[in-house]
T-cell receptor, first 112, second 111 residues
Framework: DAGVIQSPRHEVTEMGQEVTLRCKPI?????LFWYRQTMMRGLELLIY????????DSGMPEDRFSAKMPNASFSNLKIQPSEPRDSAVYFC??????????FGSGTRLTVV | GENVEQHPSTLSVQEGDSAVIKCTYS??????FPWYKQELGKRPQLIID?????GEKKDQRIAVTLNKTAKHFSLHITETQPEDSAVYFC??????????FGAGTRLTVKP
């Protein structure tokens, strides 16, 4: 298995633009998580899905953030409109039941 | 919700010495405690985990201990090597959901 695959690896965008981050979990995993990592706030859980259904989105910072999981092999996280304070590394992770997470390589987002 | 505190934030040891990182958690219902290692510019990777029905677990040079009464758990690395240098994160959750991470410990192993 290729692991959790995220794209793009790097994204630089201008303030106000829409940003879409993509994630392909490990096949067979039933949980998918989106985290944001910054120096100031560490690893923050944004939202997680179980069997493609959003379970807890209380970590999503604002209405500008949305996430979907249309099927078991894909999820995306959208920011619209983006702001400089959204600059961070966004990680997707997946897991099977209550086993440990496998993280993707992350997307480094820079909003200028 | 769960709150995880991690100490120290930075730790520097000489190669061959031991390193200990400690975490506390707030939710007594938490029952799964993994540790992740993150090298610079890379993804966090699971190195060891422990569940609440176990007090200690060891994997070669790495061991984790859990004190459920005191709600704290620790990572022990023995015979440290330069390649152990990284940021280590503890985490806690009920089963594997809604995992909350500590702030991380930057470990530097000096040759």
């Amino acid at each position: 298995d290729a692991g959790v695959i995220q794209s793009p690896r790097h994204e630089v965008t201008e303030m106000g633009q829409e940003v879409t981050l993509r994630c392909k979990p490990i096949s067979g995993h039933d949980y998918l998580f989106w985290y944001r990592q910054t120096m100031m706030r560490g690893l923050e859980l944004l939202i997680y899905f179980n069997n493609n259904v959003p379970i807890d989105d209380s970590g999503m910072p604002e209405d500008r953030f949305s996430a979907k999981m249309p099927n078991a092999s894909f999820s995306n996280l959208k920011i619209q409109p983006s702001e400089p304070r959204d600059s961070a590394v966004y990680f997707c992770a997946s897991s099977f039941r209550d086993y440990g997470y496998t993280f993707g390589s992350g997307t480094r987002l820079t909003v200028v | 919700g769960e709150n995880v505190e991690q100490h120290p934030s930075t730790l520097s040891v000489q190669e061959g010495d031991s390193a200990v990182i400690k975490c506390t958690y707030s939710d007594s219902a938490s029952n799964y405690f993994p540790w992740y290692k993150q090298e610079l510019g890379k993804r966090p990777q699971l190195i060891i985990d422990i569940r609440s029905n176990v007090g200690e677990k060891k994997d070669q040079r790495i061991a984790v201990t859990l004190n459920k009464t005191a709600k704290h758990f620790s990572l022990h690395i023995t015979e440290t090597q330069p390649e152990d240098s990284a940021v280590y994160f503890c985490a806690a959750s009920i089963k594997n959901n809604d995992m909350r991470f500590g702030a991380g410990t930057r470990l530097t192993v000096k040759p």
